[in-house]
């Protein structure tokens, strides 16, 4: 248990640390603190800080800078919140318009990186089963044909398909109507696998057409297994607690290339009720021993199905990056709950 004393000492030097980025020395605490303090009692205060792992002393400073302990502590027990404004939510609320769920999963990376100014990312919701309700084409110019595949939840996908020969519109009309045929209660893989039987009974172009919707299909499915969708890494560039050391910087974006260690940390995040933060080494990732995730899950019609957040440097200012997270989590449930 600290002191009330060392409490208020912890939390003055962590906000200036945040604030400055630079380490806080003993003058500072006094003047901030506006404690009846001697500069000999605050120092004892501070080798106590030290001693129990909170705070730390680089050796090129007098001062001392907060620890990941430290910041845990503050964060936990100290941490004013500062709440977003309505006008902000509202202007959040018209980013995320409910009409098409990958559109606003994206738009809710965009924002979270835009506001933190740090890298927002999203784990995109699992979708077992995409279901096609219409497909057509659209003669574009010779031999370019745009293949339009529309689904269930509304979704438009756009593919642009190159053929050996000039179609004309009532080809591309019989083909569209024949896939949209197929496609009525059929997922992606339904419809492939039906059309695929049908094709042993067309012959000539229809044939070589449908065939290359199909694969066009398989394409949007490929997409649709990325992951999350991330954005603002480069801000992550511009953080001179991170971009002095290149080598870490270097391994971080491997971190993100690779998904897979950052996967299991929002798959692990969406157990949480509420905002979780995972700060240097909490997090699990040693790239990540510099930086802090904050994360929240999201839902659709109350269930869970992935996780946002924000990953930025140790100093970060968590009172506002906590309502952001927080509020854009509960927008985006509700924008695709609405869709739904």
């Known amino acids: ?78 941490l004013t919140i500062q709440p977003l404004q309505q006008g902000q939510i509202r202007e959040l609320e018209g980013h995320l318009q409910p009409d098409n769920p990958t559109r606003a999963v994206t738009a809710a990376s965009h924002l979270l990186s835009q506001l933190t100014e740090f890298a927002g990312v999203v784990l995109t919701p699992k979708r077992r089963g995409i279901l096609l309700t219409q497909v057509e084409f659209l003669r574009l110019s010779d031999k370019r044909v745009l293949l339009i595949l529309v689904t269930a939840d509304g979704d438009v996908q756009n593919r642009i398909l190159l053929t050996e020969r000039d179609y004309t519109t009532s080809e591309l009309a019989e083909a569209s109507n024949l896939l949209t045929q197929h496609c009525v209660g059929r997922t992606l893989e339904g419809v492939r696998d039906a059309v695929y039987q049908e094709l042993r009974h067309l012959q000539g172009d229809i044939s070589q057409l449908m065939t290359a919707a199909v694969e066009a299909g398989n394409q949007v499915m490929a997409d649709e297994a990325n992951p999350y969708v991330l954005s603002g890494e480069s801000n992550l560039l511009r953080v001179d607690d991170l971009s002095s050391n290149v080598e870490r910087l270097r391994q971080l974006f491997r971190v993100f290339e690779e998904k897979t260690a950052l996967l299991q940390l929002l798959d692990h995040s969406q157990h949480a009720a509420g905002v979780q933060i995972f700060i240097g080494g909490e997090a699990g990732i040693s790239p990540l021993d510099e930086c802090s995730v904050v994360t929240s899950p999201y839902k659709v019609n109350g269930q869970i199905v992935g996780t946002l957040g924000v990953i930025g440097p140790t100093r970060m200012a968590y009172e506002r990056v906590i309502p952001i997270v927080d509020v854009t989590a509960k927008l985006l449930s509700s924008a695709l709950s609405h869709h739904s």
């Open 1 to 78: 248990m600290l002191s009330e004393r060392a409490q208020i000492l912890l939390k003055i030097l962590v906000e200036r640390y945040i604030a400055e980025g630079q380490p806080v020395g003993s003058r500072t605490l006094s003047r901030y603190a506006n404690l009846d303090l001697s500069p000999a009692s605050i120092r004892n205060i501070m080798s106590d800080l030290e001693e129990l792992g909170l705070i730390t002393s680089p050796h090129t400073s007098a001062g001392r800078i907060p620890t990941s302990l430290g910041y845990r502590l503050f964060v936990d027990t100290m």
